[in-house]
């Protein structure tokens, strides 16, 4: 189905990534974004309605059909669950509690983990700052393909297959690619998941219980939220490798398709980068940029010039601090 991708290795620079200088220069030009750096309080609030909804689905789904329960599972929980893990994102940066109440910030993110199923928050946010810091990193930034993914998925229906499993790879890329050591606070989000998850499966059944990590996996996979994976940094158009999304999605994502202007200003929520990108559009406006994720993935599939490979990266120079 398609003709085999041409592309048989990534796009190598040996230039550093452009948002610290980019940032630099926009602080000079406009230092009243500083005053957008500050936490989301709002945030907190979101969080904890968004978990009480999902507990309401996880009662309300208990006693429907198989079919039923699949179903809304893509309808429903599948958004809201993708959305938590933006959620969780945001955490990761500090958006909740600020900066100065990281680990206030770490049992939060937990907290906002117990409906996705799966122990995530702390060691995204563990290899997330990695990729902040070291964006195209080789053997750092796990957001980068395997070689094997750039190998294989090189027709139209294997990048179809990729785009459905999407999930795994990214659970077992940092295994693969950056393995580290866990920490402690990495086996309590796992212990607290698997306590939240057997209190599921015991007071509404394996129904709910299923209904939640399907939810979370199906989210993540053929889904529209799940463009973004694919919209931030896949090298649509050669020399760029961070694109932003100015459409109605962020609503829903906590405005994670204003990538390039998080990647610039990352301690920036969310919630204050419609105003960054308003303060300084100079920088911005004529950068590439797309209004829809249905069609970012549609066009990975079809356009026989992209696959896994199509992702800038870059040798490090000097000494690297990872968290």
Known sequence: MGNVVAREDFEWVYTDQPHADRRKEILRKHPEIKTLMKPDYNLI???????FVQLVTFYLVKDLDWKWVLFWSYAFHSCISHSMTLA?????????????????NRWFGMFANLPLGFPYSVTFKRY??????????NGIDVDI???FEGWFFCTRFRKLIWIILQPLFYAIRPLSINPKPISRLEIINLLVQVLFD??????????????????SVLGMGVHPISGHFVAEHYMFLKGYETYSY????????????????????????????PALKEMASEYYDNLPQYKSWIKVLYDFVMDDTISPYSRVKRHLKGEVEQE
């Open 45 to 51: 609030w979101i969080v904890v309605l968004m978990v």
């Open 88 to 104: 969780v994102h945001e955490i990761s940066h500090n958006s909740a509690f600020g900066n100065a109440k990281p680990l206030w």
């Open 128 to 137: 997330h700052m990695d990729h902040h810091r070291y964006l195209g990193g």
């Open 145 to 147: 393909p395997t070689n």
């Open 198 to 215: 057997v209190v599921i499966y015991y007071y509404f059944g394996v129904k709910s219980l299923l209904y939640m990590l399907s939810g």
């Open 246 to 273: 100015y459409g109605p999605l962020n609503m829903l994502t906590f405005n994670v398709g204003y990538h390039n202007e998080h990647h610039d200003f990352p301690n920036v929520p969310g919630k204050h980068l």
